[in-house]
């Protein structure tokens, strides 16, 4: 690594203007983010008391699971069977305009000078502090299991037509790209960073309502900032970035093995801090990065007597019975767990 080459990434870094979360890493030193870090931690004796370092945070039955195909994901399958065009509320396409896999403001110079931090501790504080900048209330890092990157990528999601679809696929390539058929991410990503939203209580609470919308589309606004943010931050770095709201891959077992929750009864990701009053996101990249670990703290056993969600479930969509392998249609078999009915269509 030359010095030129320090002094031209630093440089960007520190003069890039737009908003950028890439001015943000070189704006401060790796003690003062550090410190940013700590600055937003969220105190809660839930996570505190939570046990860490579950290797296993969920069973799965490798014969059985399979990659999901994005098409058949709730928000996709119902305006299909209701004959009900969804699209103005769309949270993005894989790879279309800001969830880009390629970069967006960085220039091609400084996004092809070789990386000069490599260290996966630092890089990782850094990360998680532009993250937070950046909107996100909980971050967590895991390795990436392919696993939960979806087999198809649905090109008119949320729309009553048939769906229009490409594969997603992993090669040896320099950077992602698109062809009429695929979405390929490059070979070498392997990790992810996860961010949680917390939505806005009072209004969530005034759920089922136009109001209670504002609550989630404020939870979708902030994700786009966030993984655009991100994504560009560690493009600067002089690494790969694939941003992602809800799509490219499922967000819940990603962020249960980035340690920000467990998953309950009600199909959503628990958290300690917010329960499931959150939005996910998350970016892919090939930056190296110390990963955390799943955390437990009790969710699993509170739902199995509690029930409550089950319960007051106007439409009856969740399940009031034991944990299985498999559920509705729509659901992805291969995992032990609380199968709910996406579209309750019987
Ligand atoms: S069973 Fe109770 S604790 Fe579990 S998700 Fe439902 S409401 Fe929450």
Wanted: aromatic share 6%; net charge neutral; with cysteine.
């Amino acid at each position: 690594m030359s010095d030129q080459n320090q002094v031209n990434r630093r440089s960007f870094l520190k003069t890039a203007t737009g908003g950028s979360a890439a001015i943000l890493s070189g704006c401060f030193s790796a003690g003062e983010l550090l410190a940013q870090e700590k600055e937003f931690e969220i105190p809660n004796n839930r996570r505190s008391q939570a046990s860490k370092g579950i290797d296993n945070p969920y069973q799965i039955d490798p014969k059985v699971l399979n990659r999901f195909d994005e098409s058949e994901v709730a928000i996709n399958v119902t305006p299909r069977e209701v004959g009900m065009d969804n699209r103005t509320t769309s949270t993005g396409r894989d790879n279309v305009g800001l969830l880009s896999y390629n970069r967006l403001s960085v220039p091609e110079e400084i996004a092809n000078i070789p990386p000069d931090l490599d260290d996966p501790k630092q890089l990782a504080t850094q990360a998680k502090t532009i993250a937070k900048l950046a909107g996100a209330d909980l971050v967590g890092i895991c390795k990436l299991d392919r696993r939960w990157i979806y087999s198809h990528s649905q090109r008119n999601s949320e729309s009553p037509d048939p769906p229009i679809k490409k594969t997603i696929e992993f090669e040896k390539v320099e950077k992602p790209y698109e062809t009429d058929q695929k979405l390929v991410i490059p070979d070498r990503v392997n990790n992810v960073i996860v961010m949680a939203m917390e939505q806005n209580r009072v209004l969530t609470q005034c759920s089922p309502s136009m109001t209670t919308t504002c609550a989630s589309s404020l939870g979708y606004s902030r994700m786009a900032i966030a993984v655009v943010m991100l994504a560009e931050y560690i493009r600067g770095m002089g690494y790969t970035a694939i941003p992602a709201m809800n799509g490219t891959g499922l967000s819940i077992p990603m962020a249960i093995d980035a340690g920000i929750g467990t998953c309950g009864r009600n199909g959503l990701l628990v958290s300690p801090e917010f329960g499931p009053n959150i939005r996910l996101c998350k970016v892919l990249t090939d930056m190296p990065l110390s990963p955390d670990k799943p955390i437990e703290f009790g969710v699993e056993e509170f739902c199995k007597t509690c029930k409550k969600c089950a319960i007051h479930c106007p439409s009856n969509a969740l399940s009031h019975g034991e944990r299985a392998w498999s559920g509705h249609r729509h659901n992805n078999p291969g995992t032990y767990k609380w199968y709910n009915d996406p579209v309750v269509s019987g």
